[in-house]
């Protein structure tokens, strides 16, 4: 593919006025690549000033570079074909989908799977072998079902949501359109629900609901439990990794992204367009306000306010958490000054 065609596809992604191009000499476009191994033919991308050095040393044909004129001179300098935006990242994103499309497979139901005669199926699916969809599931229009997924009673999919390899939909599980449900993910399972009694633990069954709105992706190998009672809530477009734990009754808002291996307890409620780094916790009923982001392994046990950056465990506003642990790298000396101190203050009363 031609430079200045890959100008004229991305420029219709965007707004006309925030991309430039020098296309140098148009040189062909076979592909894309990060730009510390990129080679010839292939475009890549430059996010700020701080990786100017990669300018002069990668192999790219092409890049992609913020509105910076001394990155396009440098790009320029080196016979480099370059366009600018004010989001070079975004535009990678999509220039990659000028490359690489995933996996559709024709619309057809393989032979193997087993599909009950009450199930509801929309046009143009795919479902593949060994499938399960149990008595009154809903599919709608446009879903990929890949080879063994389980389907259990009275589950509804919507349209061109795509259900990969080996996931399993509880009962009563509504999930949206253009929803992706990658392998080894459990969603609508029964949530961690148990009385204790003189004679031990009593099952409290998990009568609720799993909803995940529309946009929403769900990584491999997480869970996403339904409750007692009431539902268990997921908003449009959130963004889920993989291995990553939510309880019974959690309401998570919309646009958040949760990062894998995160988790949290029963009832927790996130606003929109939280971010969730990886190995962060939550415990039972706390809230998180719109915006806040909580970084890696951060363990949170209060509730956090919205715009709030937050770390450690128990976690602290990010700014005093990072003068608490320059405080703890210190701790040793401190130690050391303060036995000082008291044996001189011990000589003194003697």
């Not at 990129?38 to 790219?60: M, P, Q, R």
């Not at 995933?102 to 199930?119: K, L």
């Not at 009568?207 to 908003?235: F, H, K, M, Q």
Request: proline fraction near 5%; include cysteine; charged fraction near 15%.
């Amino acid at each position: 593919m031609l430079f200045s065609e890959i100008v004229n596809k991305l420029s219709d992604t965007i707004k006309a006025h925030s991309l430039t191009a020098n296309p140098g000499q148009d040189l062909d476009i076979m592909g894309v690549a990060a730009i510390d191994e990129a080679t010839g033919g292939t475009i890549s991308y430059v996010e700020g000033g701080k990786f100017a050095s990669l300018i002069n040393s990668t192999d790219a044909s092409a890049l992609i570079l913020p509105l910076d004129e001394k990155l396009h001179q440098q790009a320029t300098q080196r016979g480099i074909a370059w366009l600018a935006t004010p989001e070079p990242r975004l535009l990678f994103a999509q220039a990659i989908a000028l490359f690489y499309q995933p996996y559709q497979p024709t619309p057809e139901i393989h032979p193997s799977a087993v599909i009950h005669p009450t199930a509801k199926i929309g046009n143009d699916v795919y479902i593949g072998a060994h499938v399960v969809i149990s008595q009154g599931a809903e599919i709608g229009s446009g879903v990929i079902i890949h080879p063994n997924v389980v389907i259990y009673p009275e589950v509804k999919i919507g349209d061109r949501t795509t259900l990969h390899a080996n996931c399993t939909i509880h009962e009563r599980t509504q999930i949206g359109a253009d929803c992706m449900i990658h392998s080894g993910a459990v969603i609508g399972s029964e949530g961690f629900g148990f009385v204790p009694t003189r004679t031990g633990w009593l099952k409290m069954e998990q009568s609720g609901y799993t909803v995940l709105e529309d946009g929403v992706e769900i990584g491999c190998n997480s869970a996403v439990d339904r409750p007692a009672v009431g539902e268990t809530r997921i908003g449009q477009n959130t963004k889920i990794d993989n291995l990553v734990q939510i309880g019974h009754g959690c309401q998570i808002g919309s646009g958040c992204a949760i990062a894998g291996q995160a988790g949290m307890a029963g009832g927790v409620k996130v606003g929109n367009r939280v971010i969730l780094a990886g190995q962060s916790g939550i415990a039972n009923q706390v809230k998180i306000g719109d915006g806040a982001i909580a970084s890696a392994q951060a363990g949170i046990h209060s509730n956090v306010a919205p715009g709030e950056i937050v770390s450690g465990s128990p976690a602290l506003p990010h700014k005093l958490y990072l003068k608490v642990s320059a405080v703890y790298s210190r701790l040793p000396d401190i130690y050391q000054s303060l036995k000082q101190l008291q044996r001189q203050l011990g000589q003194k009363s003697d």
